[in-house]
């Protein structure tokens, strides 16, 4: 779990690395306080496929950054690399490569085919064992199920629920475990007092996460109106690289609606993690034009924003069924483990 914490700073510093040629320092901690301190990253604390997945999300911006920039077979390869790690541990990977493909089309970076090759030669090479476990054990390559690829296209609703949590991962309208779990039984003894903190504490977090959603709406419709010139163009376009930023945004959601058709499942917040930090670039590029025009609204903005982020967090850890401290891992581990008849007998006893 010590190692979640560091892919997650490993993440941050690689975001970090692009926005800082593209935002001033203000906003740039901005960022640190929304990617950090977000109570959407509770859920990414527990030792899950998902939870690896910010790192593959920040190297393939970080190398597609690079390679709007100069051409070089070394971030090419950290391109596919991000693409084909993320393959082998989540289903959202489409995601990344829908991006690469974006990018490309519109010649927003400049491929060096030598590194696209080695990315695939190794991407391959590490697939060995699945496929020889694979065909050892046919039963590994998936759940039965009626439903086919394309299947979320033509259901509608799976590809609106997976827009909506674009907008929901830039604002406060966090999930429904962390709103929805606390009962705050440690405030007192008292049944009907703890109930109604409980219901106080829902409404709070459903009024301000339904404004912030508002607010997320109106800013993405502002700089989408910024891009949108450019979308249909097959012209090489010459961005500053806070633009290039709302391009790659852009192509993350295009990957989403992508995935979402695609898909034989309806997405959770969990599928779609990957782009969380990502969904932060048009929020961020809002807050430019607020550091220039109202700095001192902003820097009260994000002083609130952190706090609130602290509060909630720290309600959830106290509170839910999955983020509290009280919980013990290793031992929901072991308990599962006898549930499913996994350990030798022998073991139990530890």
Known sequence: MLLLIALRL????????????????????????????????????????PAYLCLFAAMHCWSAFKLSQ????FYSFINVLAIGLAMQLHYSWPILAVISLYLFYRKQVQVNWWGVTLGVIVI???????????????????????????????????VLKSTLYWLRYSSMLFSNRIITDAEFLWLSNTDWLNTAVSYLWQALL??????????TWGINRRVWRKIKPHWRSNQALH????????HYAFAALL?????????????????????????????LYQAERWQKQKPARLANIMLWVGGYFLMVNL?????????SYQQSYQQQVAEYLDQQQLRPSQHKAD
Request: hydrophobic share 50%; aromatic share 18%; charged share 10%.
């Open 239 to 246: 961005l500053k690289p806070a633009d290039w930023l709302l």
């Open 70 to 73: 100069q051409r070089s077979w």
């Open 206 to 215: 459903y009024l301000l996460g339904g404004l912030s959603l508002i607010v």
């Open 10 to 49: 490993v993440s941050f510093l690689l975001f970090d690395s692009v926005l800082k040629q593209c935002f001033s320092p203000t906003v740039r901690l901005c960022f640190a306080i929304l990617y950090l301190l977000n109570p959407w990253f509770l859920y990414d604390s527990l030792i899950y496929n």
């Open 255 to 283: 990957g989403i609606v992508v995935s979402a058709i695609l898909s034989p499942i309806i997405f959770s917040y969990w599928h779609l993690i990957i782009t969380f930090g990502f969904a932060l670039f048009p929020v």
């Open 315 to 323: 309600v959830a850890s106290h509170d839910s069924n999955k983020y």
């Open 124 to 158: 391959a090479a590490s697939l060995v064992p699945y496929i020889i476990e694979l065909q050892a054990n046919p039963a590994i390559q998936g759940q039965q199920s009626d439903r086919y690829i394309g299947w979320g296209g033509i259901h509608v609703y799976p």
